[in-house]
């Protein structure tokens, strides 16, 4: 693995990990919805989860890629872990998309 490759997983992997844990500091234990960005996030719970299975997922599946060798047991399930982490960091995705209801703009007032 190149020093560009584990400087980009790294970075994945803090970044991803670090959203998460603002998005549960801002919180407050889930009672709140925390702003971020200047933007109220909802489900603030769910959207942690995401982002620490895509940073484990993304960031640390491919930090620890190179440990076994090809086609091995350890590779094989490596490769499933992370494929689950990443499935389930797209599930909650789509869970915190279409649970929250986005407002909708009136159109003919404008």
């Given amino acids: 693995m190149e020093?560009?490759?584990?400087?980009?997983?790294?970075?994945?992997?803090?970044?991803?990990l670090t959203m998460a844990a603002v998005l549960l500091y801002r919180s407050r234990g889930g009672t709140a919805a925390p702003r971020i960005f200047g933007r109220p996030q909802p489900l603030p719970r769910l959207r942690a989860a995401m982002y620490v299975c895509l940073g484990l997922g993304l960031g640390g599946g491919w930090l620890v890629k190179d440990l076994f060798p090809p086609?091995?047991?350890?590779?094989?399930?490596?490769?499933?872990?992370?494929?689950?982490?990443l499935v389930a960091g797209v599930v909650t995705a789509l869970l915190s998309a279409f649970r929250h209801p986005r407002p909708l703009t009136d159109e003919a007032a404008s």
């Fill in 3 to 16: 020093s560009v490759d584990v400087v980009l997983a790294v970075a994945c992997l803090v970044a991803s």
């Fill in 71 to 85: 086609h091995s047991t350890g590779d094989a399930v490596l490769f499933n872990v992370v494929r689950i982490l």
